[in-house]
């Protein structure tokens, strides 16, 4: 049995991941789950203001288990305040793809389809955390590309490409300017796609912003990848054409260990109040129990978001609904309980 380290995290956090065991626990999943507390309202209320958002106790279960579950954390803006946990984490377990699946849903977007995955490199580019001030008025950060940075991240995104039925991808660049990481990206990229017989095309930064606002049908079916920085920019457009940053789940992928998280923040507007979305959440729910070995388990809840996402009787406010975050997540949980016994 897979065991599990789930951190609840910062404001809505507790509500959608509540949310999302609970969906868990009535579809009968057997994945052993281990609480433990990491973010920032912990680091406010331990009067040692720790050097890190992650207490030693959390990162000793962090260790043990065999995956983790981070619900959103917030990154204090203020001098002094902690590394990001989620920037922390994939760094310390080497999680180098950074994966979101966007699919649009017919009631949200009628008529407008897009389906796509995108895999942003999370361990190096402009998110390495090499700073240094040059002189009183000048600071500048290092952008590290390596080659195996990029072969790694690139091989990932070919092989879903192809484990997807995916014909394409296209490689995030701005190799115009910044020739020598970007070249390394680009060259890394078409040498994946060839051995998986998979084609590739090379867009700008700037263009890709723009064609995806104005013809986003276009990557239907695709594979986009990048560079750090540039696909969490890119990333976030494009949960904004699927309906709602709510929907949006992810997984953090190393060679040896795995966290899986809502693409969204920790939404302090909405907290506590049980408006959350509980979807992104609860979809990452479903691939971790995927990737634990319960592939039923994972299918269902999949299908069951989608189809109380398309009814549209009881989703949040966010999708044009009234329906409170558990009454949500008890529709989901439901319809998955239902598909499973058929
Ligand atoms: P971070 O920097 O931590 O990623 P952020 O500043 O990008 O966070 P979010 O916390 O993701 O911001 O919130 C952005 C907006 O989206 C807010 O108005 C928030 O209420 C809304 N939002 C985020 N998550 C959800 C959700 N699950 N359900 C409904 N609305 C949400």
Redesign the pocket.
Known sequence: MARVAVMRGD??GPE?VDAMLSVLRECGSGIEVVMCEAGSEQWEKNSRRDATYIPDATMAELERADACFKG????LPVPGAPRSVAVTLRQKFDLYANIRPCSTYERLTPGRRLECACFREATEGLYSGVESQVGPDAAIAIRKVTRRGCARLADAAMAWAEGHGMKSAVAITKRNILKRTDGIFWEEAQRAAAERGIKVSEVYIDNMAQQLVVAPGQFDGTVLLSTNLFMDIIS?LVSGLVG???LIHSANMGDSYAMFE?A???????AGQG???????ILSGAWMAEHAGEADIGGAIRGATSLVINEGRSV???IGGSASTSQMAGAIASAARASLRR
């Not at 959103?72 to 990154?75: C, D, G, I, K, L």
Request: aromatic share 0%; net charge negative; proline share 10%.
């Open positions: 404001g809505i959608v959103p954390t917030t990154t976030e709602s940053i709510g809502a969204h923040g920790s939404a302090p507007d909405i408006r959350a979305n509980p979807a992104a959440t949040t406010a966010d």
